[in-house]
């Protein structure tokens, strides 16, 4: 079963997605900053990150970029959830090297659907 490390630092926002994600028979983890991600991370490597944007201590672009430049994580693929969802916004993200990015409000499926596709790479 494939493990998701949720990094939101909203709690309904994060209990959504992580209740989302569960009931698609994922095994699902979280953290309510980039920080604590990545001392998480240390500890268990996930096969996916969800990841907010805008967190206190560290946010999810730099997350993203430790987490691309790291060779023992490199491969991890990265979903950005956030509300920035400006196309300048996505740009940013996918340059920090996030695999997806989805805008909030988003449709369950569409959250679903993509981590389950990356999942399958």
Excluded: H
Aim: with cysteine; glycine share 6%; charged share 25%.
């Amino acid at each position: 079963m494939s493990k998701v490390l949720v990094v939101e630092d909203s709690p309904p926002q994060r209990e959504m997605i992580t209740t989302l994600l569960k009931d698609s028979g994922l095994t699902v983890m979280s953290a309510v900053d980039g920080q604590e991600a990545l001392e998480q991370i240390q500890n268990s490597c996930p096969d996916l990150v969800v990841m907010d944007i805008v967190m206190p201590r560290m946010n999810g672009y730099e997350l993203c970029r430790r987490l691309k430049t790291d060779p023992k994580t490199e491969q991890v693929p990265v979903v950005m959830c956030s509300t920035k969802g400006e196309e300048f916004d996505r740009y940013w993200g996918m340059r920090q090297g996030a695999d997806a990015y989805i805008a909030k409000p988003f449709q369950p499926q569409e959250l679903v659907g993509t981590v389950k596709q990356l999942l399958r790479r």
